[in-house]
Structure formats: C-alpha cells, structure tokens
C-alpha cells in the first residue's frame, strides 16, 4: 500500500526497532511511547483496520493477539498484567490507517482510557 508508513516500515524504507518479526506480522517500538515498553504490532498484509476485518482476516487477528501474549510474557510484565488497545477509527483514536495492536506495559493503566 503506497503512501502508508507502516507498510515502509515493514518494507524497512523507514527504520524502526523491530523486537519481533516472523511469516505473519512485525512488532515494533512505537516512536512515542506512552509506557515503560509500548510496542506495536502489525500484520504483514495491509488492511486499513479493525473495522475493515473481513472472514479472512480471522486467523491474522487472533495470531496478532497471540504475538501480544507471547511478547508481554518474554519481557516479563504479563503476571503484573498489561494493556492491549485497537483504536479504530476517528471516534477510536486511529491515527494510523494500517490495522495495528498497541501493546503497552511496565506501569498500571486506569480504564476508562478518556
Ligand atoms: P494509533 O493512534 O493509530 O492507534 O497509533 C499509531 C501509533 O503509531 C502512535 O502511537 C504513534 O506514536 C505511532 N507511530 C506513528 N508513526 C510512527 C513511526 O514512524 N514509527 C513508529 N515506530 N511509530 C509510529
Ligand atoms: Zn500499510
């Protein structure tokens, strides 16, 4: 998809550091973390977002959530608990119109989130 930065990331034309990567998706650091680790997780195939998933979709996005697990596991802040957030659309926050899972840990998080 052209013009769509995390594609470049996943393409490495824009640099990132990349914590995990295998056949289905790529985590990285996002540039502006709100938490001691927040990390962002991607599929590799394009799809704007959540509220463009289709029935072919399924098996990505529960392999996304999957990598979430995995990942607050190996960095040692799953017991303590986490957050995962898919902001969707205007009214969800989505800033970035590539389907991706913030994966935020380290600290506790309120909820609501505003
Ligand atoms: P959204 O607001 O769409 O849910 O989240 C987009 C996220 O992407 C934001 O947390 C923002 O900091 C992050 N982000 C935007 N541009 C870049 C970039 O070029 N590199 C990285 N690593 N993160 C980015
Ligand atoms: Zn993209």
């Given at each position: 998809?052209e013009?769509c ?17 295998d ?9 502006s973390?709100?938490?001691p680790?927040h ?11 959540l ?21 607050a ?27 991706h ?14």
């Amino acid at each position: 998809m052209e013009n769509c930065i995390f594609c470049k990331i996943i393409a490495g034309e824009i640099p990132s550091a990349k914590v995990y990567e295998d056949e289905t998706c790529v985590a990285f650091n996002d540039i502006s973390p709100q938490a001691p680790t927040h990390l962002l997780i991607i599929p590799r195939e394009h799809f704007d977002s959540l509220d463009k998933a289709e029935n072919g979709h399924k098996e990505t996005l529960g392999h996304l959530l999957y990598v979430a697990a995995q990942i607050a596991r190996d960095k040692g802040f799953a017991e303590d608990g986490y957050r995962v957030v898919i902001n969707t659309n205007r009214n969800g926050g989505q800033t970035v119109y590539h389907l991706h899972v913030h994966l935020l840990g380290g600290r506790p998080f309120i909820f609501p989130p505003g």
